[in-house]
C-alpha cells in the first residue's frame, strides 16, 4: 500500500475490502507510521 503522506510504501498487515461509489474495488488501510487512511484500487 501506498502512504501519500509519507511518499512511501508501507507493509501494512490488515486491509479491508471495500467497493467505491463507482463499483470499483478497493482495499483500505492505514500507514503503520502516521495513521493516514489509505486506499488502493484493485483489479476487479
Ligand atoms: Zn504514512
Redesign the pocket.
Known amino acids: 500500500m501506498y502512504?501519500v503522506?509519507?511518499r512511501a510504501k508501507?507493509e501494512v498487515s490488515e486491509t479491508t475490502k471495500k467497493v467505491a461509489k463507482n463499483g470499483k474495488p478497493m482495499l483500505q488501510s492505514k500507514?503503520p507510521?502516521?495513521s493516514?487512511g489509505m486506499t488502493k484500487f484493485v483489479a476487479a
Do not use: G, I, P
Request: glycine residues 0%; hydrophobic residues 0%.
Open positions: 502512504c503522506k509519507c508501507k500507514c507510521d502516521c493516514t
